[in-house]
């Protein structure tokens, strides 16, 4: 009997919901499979199968959670659902307005810094690089010939620290790099979603995935019955149900304010289908 996997077309194709789905019961990513010939695809725990026949991960846990979820229902349902949790979302209108207000001058000014930072790093690389061959010239120089006077050891003092000073800046800027990425990611992000709220629904392939990166973290999945799964979305941000009511702070000149929602909302996903041990495996 051929192994099931050989038929898998997996790894080119597209899968909406692969980063995000996560198996509640093992905490791995979920896999996913394309059977071209039943016109069938599944998202499944990759720790219930592997284990089964691959010797590469029988150390791994065994996962009990054999949920299978047919690929074009649930990318729908959370697809669906993220819009509609968006839509309704006071929180997520007041980020848009936010964002492109502030986000229409800097964004050049970031990529100018972050090319900046980036050459200085470059220098201070090199920089690093003269000054750690001077000191072992000089290190190397005090085993052959010591001095009694000790006037190595404050010359490699000095130099070592330079050494971690220029350390300490490369590793200060790197995290200044990376942040003015996220800002910039976040702002690309906006330009691209953010003020097409009406036009989502239409959205398809790629820039759904694209889309669903700036606002869902992770989508738990649970099996709750023998053909039923919770799948619980996480968002980046409290946008379920969150409320706009009236400011009780008479200094507020604004007269609403926002009340946080929830992170996540839980919906149910009937697993249909035959199981996947039960299918017949195309040849
Ligand atoms: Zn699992």
Not at 199 to 224: A, C, H, P, S, Y
Request: net charge positive; proline share 4%.
């Amino acid at each position: 009997m051929p192994d099931p996997r050989s038929v898998e077309v997996g790894l080119k194709q597209f899968y909406l919901l692969r980063d995000f789905l996560v198996c509640a019961h093992c905490d791995s990513y979920f896999s996913g499979r394309l059977y071209r010939k039943q016109y069938r695809a599944v998202y499944y725990c990759p720790r219930h199968e592997r284990l089964r026949d691959d010797p590469y991960s029988k150390n791994l846990k065994h996962c009990e959670q054999n949920a299978y979820l047919r690929i074009e229902e649930t990318d729908d349902l959370v697809w669906n659902t993220v819009v509609d949790v968006l839509s309704t979302s006071h929180r997520y209108k007041e980020e848009i307005k936010l964002l492109t207000i502030n986000a229409k001058g800097p964004q050049r000014d970031r990529k100018q810094e972050i090319a900046m930072l980036t050459k200085r790093l470059k220098a201070i690389g090199a920089e690093r690089r003269r000054i750690e061959t001077m000191l072992g010239t000089v290190e190397a120089g005090n085993l052959i010939a010591p001095d009694s006077e000790n006037r190595f050891q404050g010359v490699i003092q000095t130099l070592k620290k330079e050494v971690d000073d220029l350390q300490g800046e490369r590793v200060a800027m790197e995290k200044r790099i990376k942040d003015l990425e996220n800002v910039s990611r976040w702002t690309d992000w906006m330009a691209e979603f953010g003020t097409k709220i009406t036009e989502l629904r239409q959205l398809t392939g790629e820039k759904r995935k694209d889309f669903l990166k700036g606002v869902v973290d992770t989508i738990r999945v649970t099996k709750t019955a023998p053909t039923q799964v919770q799948l619980e979305i996480l968002f980046k941000q409290p946008f379920v149900e969150d409320l706009l009511v009236k400011s009780s702070d008479p200094g507020d000149r604004r007269k609403y304010k926002i009340e946080d929602g929830k992170s996540s909302i839980r919906i149910p996903l009937v697993l249909g289908g035959p199981r996947t041990k039960e299918l017949s495996v195309p040849t």
